[in-house]
């Protein structure tokens, strides 16, 4: 059993920390949260421990690694405690806001051999996953084009929006992710188009976009094209279609339940998507444990790591930079 | 180019007409009606000749062929006279009402090489002529099990069911049909249950049923289940599902349009169902019209003839029994 | 939390046991099987006390509840000593394979006031309850006709067929139940066909049918129809409509995966169904220990109880009696 | 009934020629080919008259309108002989590669009162239409985002493709065209990517591409996003997709049949797609010649004409030089 503990108790925090105490193979060590009552709460609900300090819970003999889902600024910091006091990581997405803060974590951990897993948690979504093995196993031949959707069930409040850090380093940056996912190998241009039409004035005052495109290219052609919005009426809106030289595979929405209704003005209509992602990608969260799991336990690799953090803030820079300019950005001239 | 004649100028007549005037290989000789400004209407939209009476018609050098789109009453006799005047005939279903009358006209009629095709059009829609090919083709295997789900959009008008001969003649005799055809052999038991669930008390005074449910079994086993209603709010539901020892082909619903709607409060909302027969059939009518051209043409078999028609009828029958006994009938018990 | 022991630990009885113990306001307070070293193998991996005697279980305080998934020809008797013993009860289905020893059961716990739950755990899945709430909510008006579609993916042992009580104690059982549950008002009338299609041998051995088809009418004239068969090789065909005077409600079949495929020969191809009960009734099984625990803290009645169970093994002795005798049967012929 | 000519008769002109014939309101009035076997097939096909020359079939008092199906290369010359001599005109897509050449046209023709239609035929689909109504209706709220995919089900010939201007200027101009239709407001920047992965080869010798991503972008900052490929092995994928404020409409691909599959690899599998723009625009090619007689005999406007064809070219301009340069271009840039 892997003692693990939660870092930041949030919606997402508790969540993780709720698929940890189910675990087969895990162990809840305990939880910290900046705001004592939060975690406490946590902490009695689940029969665990509060940790005083994320010093406390790093001198723990209890935990053999931590999940960090605290605010993003201090992902960075906890990254670089934990490696210190060599415990394994499980990072909630982004490493950091700032590439310079990313790229100077990377020099501080350099060379370490704990795991260090990214929580981009839709690779371990079984439709996504499953189209991804559509591709490895041949089923659709060559790779040409990727086709990412991605829309959010409605907008976060607007002190969130402020401080995220812009559309393409707070949302995009899963689709980022996906698309490297289901390329398999690395974007070299970017070109980003955005809009504000969801909450004009919002994204004026943050210089933020609201609808967003994004067209990814890789050395050897491949094209990737996600479509973001801040807000379907209709759900939480996740598709991802890759289409090649022999097929194509299609991950499909989830709706809330399998009916369908018919009457005098319409037929097979299908219940609201499921919404949001804590409840649509809930097995992906649970199986993302598994992953960790099995890399502390059995040393496997971990199946996304820092670097992969690091790839794509790095794209979301890029389409930060083509937005603004109005024309395709490399890759490496980022970084 | 073939010369048919369309006896009886209805909305059915009306449109074999105009779907043999458009035939690439087919000519309509003319049209006859009882009502003759019916036909005479018909006769100018589509610049043909109005026949004074059907033995004009059966009279004429251009009549190669007549198709019986006339009143049900009429049918029996029309055959007779046609074969009697050497026309091949595609005659409307029913043959007649009562099975006795048909016996008799297949007496009459016996030994002639004239093309008799009955107008089953289901036979011809692409969808469940589909689910037969892959049956023939092996792709289900052994078939087991048949479902026809097939429900009218709305009630016919009160005269109309007054006269219909009961629900199972009307209505589930294109059931029937569909039946035999899918399952490739001769029924041996019939069992029926009949509700009165959509209008009751026209139901209760024409001592008939709107809402049933026929089960058929094959000698060796096979079986297929027909459900019946006589008014779906949703349109005109036509599926056929056939189950075998090696998978499952279906015929699905027809919407109106390949459009689906998203919106607050559902997914995927398709349009409503084509509406009614001449719409959702449009194509199996038209290739109707070919299957009849090729058997006179060229000699070919018509796909569905009068045995076919007699046969539904005895089902019809058989059900009537077996919803007023509360029994399976045995389809030797009647004829 | 509510302490429950298992009864049997076998395929369904484990899974019932690792449900508890994951449940937050339930726990497994031991597990008993006639097997001792099935039992402890159960108790080990999760962790609980084995009891060495039914006597033992129910003795224990830390006993409120049982669940009862050992054989069928327990159950009767299990139930008597555990409402003897002041336990609530969740039963496996059926109750026994035999109608009189049922009714002599009834009268013997006749007037506890404990919940006893019967395990028909299809109601409790989110899309056939689905249904039914729309039936509740008035969206498909008033309920015309239900098709149930029930096919299990591959035939059981030998051994298991031969001491099933046949395909509508052992099977059917679960539809005749959906069947009331969606009808919402009890059945007059049974008619039942069966053919042997899948192994004809064994069921000609065992006096028994492998695909059989099933029409329940209420006193109202509603219809349900059941399809079953032995044997899909496509998967665990599972599917509930209801059709109403203003619309249709339809659960759907679960694939394994939302992943489309497209190819060269095909389109909007899906992964085969889940298979089998364990997997497709995931939720439902955890949701039906819920509302075990909601009925027994709470004191809400149970959703399926005792009688349901009793009615639907009446249905099935109504279908055996109409499939061997050729007609309709009653359901006060039976009792 | 409105007389046509339609000069060419390639696949496309033969396909429109019948159509005419067909048109309960049109009348074919001859057929014109360069190559006069070509046009005397058709014509004697069709028994109609075969014009020697286009002077001929312009100075034909039979010839109300003419229908242009000839090579693009002529298109343009076409169009002034045929406002000089006083006929309708529906030109097949596009004007002319060049867009000086368009413009010089533009002007000759300018003030001319004759209709004159661009073959967009896509905008006669029911489903692409569909969407499109369902934007007019509200129905999906305030429009923010398009998704058209269209791929063609393989290469066209390599004389072809040499010829055919590039694939922004022959395919994907009807995706442009599509754009504009749904958006309902005229596209300022564009943004456009193009990869070699389907016949790199060919396309290095052409400096064309097979497989390109473009994205549109209005005024008020709508977006439309158009994904092509020059071969999708599962035939002809033409999906339009419209994310708004208030829902989502999106138009369906249409399989060969409406038949599902179900066998022990997949269930639900649907027929291929149907392939290529004759048999999937069918209807929508027969509602075109209509709309056309209705402009001509009614005075209505024509639904889709010069400037719209001026338009996409524009588009394809702007596209192409984005594609060279990297570089998102503001459409008021190209003319």
């Known amino acids: 059993m892997t003692g693990i503990a939660v870092l930041g108790t949030g919606r997402i925090g508790r969540m993780h920390a709720e698929n940890i105490a189910a675990h087969p193979r895990a162990r809840l060590a305990g939880v910290y949260d900046i705001h004592a009552p939060a975690a406490a709460e946590v902490a009695a609900q689940l029969g665990v421990p509060r940790f005083d300090s994320v010093e406390a819970a790093l001198a ?44 100077a974590c990377a020099t501080k951990i350099a060379g370490t051999s704990l795991p260090i897993m990214l929580g981009f948690v839709r690779r371990f979504d079984s439709g996504h996953a499953g189209v991804r093995k559509a591709i490895e196993s041949g089923q659709i031949g060559e790779l040409h084009q990727v086709t990412i959707t991605s829309r959010d069930p409605g907008m976060a409040p607007d002190a969130y929006i402020e401080a995220s850090g812009g559309i393409f380093r707070d949302m995009t940056i899963h689709d980022f992710d996906m698309a490297r996912f289901i390329l398999g190998e690395e974007v070299t241009e970017v070109t980003a188009t955005g809009s504000r039409l969801v909450d004009p004035s919002l994204m004026q005052r943050c210089d933020d976009y609201d609808t967003v495109t994004v067209v990814l290219k890789t050395e050897s052609g491949k094209q990737a094209i996600i479509t973001n919005s801040r807000r379907a009426v209709y759900g939480y809106d996740q598709r991802v279609e890759a289409f090649g030289s022999a097929g194509m ?69 890029a389409a930060i930079l083509s937005a603004a300019k109005g024309r395709t950005v490399a890759t490496r001239e980022i970084g």
């Open 60 to 103: 723990s003999a209890e935990v053999d690694a931590v999940l960090i889902a605290s605010s993003t600024a201090t992902h960075a910091d906890l990254i670089e405690q934990s490696v210190a006091a060599g415990k394994a990581i499980l990072c909630e997405k982004p490493i950091d806001l700032s590439l310079d803060r990313v790229n």
């Open 249 to 317: 595979a299609i991950s499909e929405n989830r709706a809330l339940d399998h009916v369908r209704l018919y009457g005098a003005e319409f037929t097979d209509r299908a219940t609201p998507l499921k919404n949001f992602f804590i409840d649509r990608y809930a097995d992906a969260f649970a199986d993302e444990i598994s992953a960790f799991v099995d890399a502390i336990e059995q040393g496997k690799p971990v199946p996304v790591g820092f670097e992969d953090g690091r790839q794509a803030l790095l794209l979301a820079e």
